[in-house]
């Protein structure tokens, strides 16, 4: 089963406003990954974060990391048309649990209206 | 930057049809992936190789096999292709010690292969 769960499925928003998606996992981590999708083409990572941060940011992204939690957020701040795509997040197992492999949510389908 | 590339953007095959996928990455990558993508599912792991002649199995391997021969390039095989193997397959690679245990960092995607399997 897949690691990591996105939530919501599908978010629709105001050009202007900011987004947040969330991401919850199940097991330790190394590391954190978010990934945008545009329609139809290949995966882009967007932002590391491991499991000893708590917060990074990246131009208008910024993420948190709550391992006690098992979650992680997402937020885009004064979204543009341009951020409309899929959002997935990927989690890194922890050292010595499962093999190097990424394992990938669902993804958040976001939507910005004009 | 990193680029990665798949043969073909669009693809239709018949039942039956031995199907080859190729990826190629630039950036003398030691590990690179193969995924499948399908609405509800999200991607799915098909195989993958940390290093040149190795491979080994992700969590649906079924129907698939794999070939890596040159560092850069990484062949997914389809024997004989079904229409449940229609999808859109994802190639990924990432830099690392082959078979680290600090090698899960940052995954560069190829622009993905629609197969379309009539």
Not at chain 1, 20 to 44: A, D, F
Request: charged fraction near 25%; charge should be positive; include cysteine.
């Amino acid at each position: 089963s897949q690691q990591g769960e996105e939530d919501p499925q599908a978010l629709s928003i105001q050009e202007g406003e900011n987004a947040t998606m969330n991401c919850s996992y199940k097991t330790s981590i190394n590391n954190l990954q978010w990934y945008r999708q545009n329609s139809g083409r290949g995966l882009v990572h967007l932002i590391l974060i491991r499991s000893n941060e708590r917060e990074k940011h990246s131009g208008r992204l910024r993420v948190t990391l709550d391992t006690s939690k098992k979650s992680s957020s997402l937020l885009i701040t004064a979204s543009r048309a341009a951020d409309t795509a899929s959002y997935f997040c990927a989690t890194g197992p922890a050292l010595l649990q499962g093999a190097q492999k990424l394992v990938f949510g669902q993804g958040t389908r976001l939507t910005i209206n004009p | 930057d990193v680029k990665v590339t798949q043969s073909s953007r669009y693809l239709v095959k018949r039942t039956g049809e031995k199907v080859f996928l190729e990826c190629v990455q630039d950036m003398d990558h030691e590990n690179m992936f193969w995924y499948r993508q399908d609405p509800g599912l999200g991607l799915r792991l098909i195989y993958f190789s940390y290093d040149v002649k190795m491979k080994e199995k992700g969590d649906i391997p079924e129907g698939y096999s794999v070939s890596r021969e040159k560092k850069e390039r990484f062949s997914l095989i389809l024997e004989s292709a079904s229409t449940n193997q229609t999808s859109m397959y994802l190639c990924a690679s990432r830099s690392g010690l082959a078979g680290g245990t600090y090698s899960t960092d940052t995954q560069y995607f190829g622009p993905g292969t629609r197969l379309t399997v009539l």
